[in-house]
């Protein structure tokens, strides 16, 4: 019982998005009857293969994580189904919550690369200018 308490307060983080003004849920977590903790999928709404095969290669790094899938439940719906299968003891929010920061930090390391390359080149451009 505490630890399904501990697994709502970790995804309450994680759930909700601002759209328009009003509240909009942006992540489910969706359980089948009978399972436990250890295989949950998770429904990203507004997201498509960029992020699902993304964040299913950051997941699937975990020794831990024993199956992760994606699925986009129609071409013309903005909604992926993400379902993670760890072994022993560790619920599956963990791994899910790990890779959403691991390719954040991923993606942030690209974006700090391309900004040096800009401003390497612009200052090369400057450079070149002031010779002439």
Sequence with gaps: ?????????????????MAEGERKTALEMVQAAGTDRHCVTFVL????????NSLRYMIMKNPEVEFCGYTTTHPSESKI???????????????????LNELMNVCQHVLDKFESIKEYKD?????NESTF
């Design 1 to 17: 019982m505490e630890e399904d308490q501990e697994l709502a307060r970790k995804m309450s983080g994680l759930k909700t998005s």
């Design 81 to 99: 189904n993400l379902r993670i299968q760890t072994r022993g003891a560790l619920p599956a929010v963990e791994p899910f919550q790990r890779g």
């Design 45 to 52: 709404h507004e997201e498509d293969h960029t992020l699902g």
């Design 123 to 127: 200052q090369k451009a400057s450079r």
